[in-house]
C-alpha cells in the first residue's frame, strides 16, 4: 500500500489501558461475547493471541499504525479532534490532523480480520 509521507493509521480500542482492565475484558470476551463492547478487539485479537491474518497484514504493511486504549486516547488527541469520536474507531493523521476512516458502526458491522482489512486498503 502506498501511503503519503507523514500519514499514521491511530486504532482506538473501547476499553481502557491496563492489566486490570485486560483482565476484565480477557473474561468479558469467554463468558459474554455477544456483549462485548469492542469488535475491533474481537476482530484482530482472538481470546489470548493476536489474530495471524492481521498479524500478518500489519507487519507487512508500510502504513504507520498506532494502538491506542481509550484512556490513552484521550490522553495523548482529544484536544487535536475537536468532538470525540465513539469507540472503538479508526483515525487517519495526516500531517498533525486527524479524521475518521472507520467509525464505531462500521468497525460493529465487520465479521473478520479480512474484512478490517479490506476496508482499510479501500480507504487508504
Not at 7 to 14: A, G, H, P, S
Not at 35 to 52: A, D, P, Q, S, V
Amino acid at each position: 500500500m502506498e501511503t503519503e509521507k507523514g500519514q499514521k493509521l491511530i486504532f482506538v480500542y473501547n476499553a481502557d489501558s491496563g492489566i486490570r482492565n485486560m483482565i476484565i475484558d480477557g473474561a468479558h470476551k469467554i463468558f459474554s461475547p455477544s456483549t462485548y463492547e469492542c469488535n475491533l478487539c474481537g476482530i484482530t485479537y482472538g481470546m489470548f493471541t493476536e489474530n495471524t491474518v492481521w498479524k500478518k497484514f500489519r507487519k507487512e504493511n508500510a502504513m504507520k499504525m498506532q494502538f491506542l486504549h481509550t484512556d490513552e486516547f484521550q490522553g495523548q488527541y482529544v484536544s487535536k479532534i475537536g468532538n470525540c469520536p465513539t469507540f472503538p474507531v479508526i483515525l487517519m493523521e495526516t500531517e498533525g490532523n486527524l479524521e475518521i476512516l472507520i467509525n464505531t458502526a462500521e468497525l460493529d458491522g465487520l465479521q473478520c480480520a479480512e474484512n478490517l482489512i479490506d476496508l482499510i486498503n479501500a480507504r487508504t
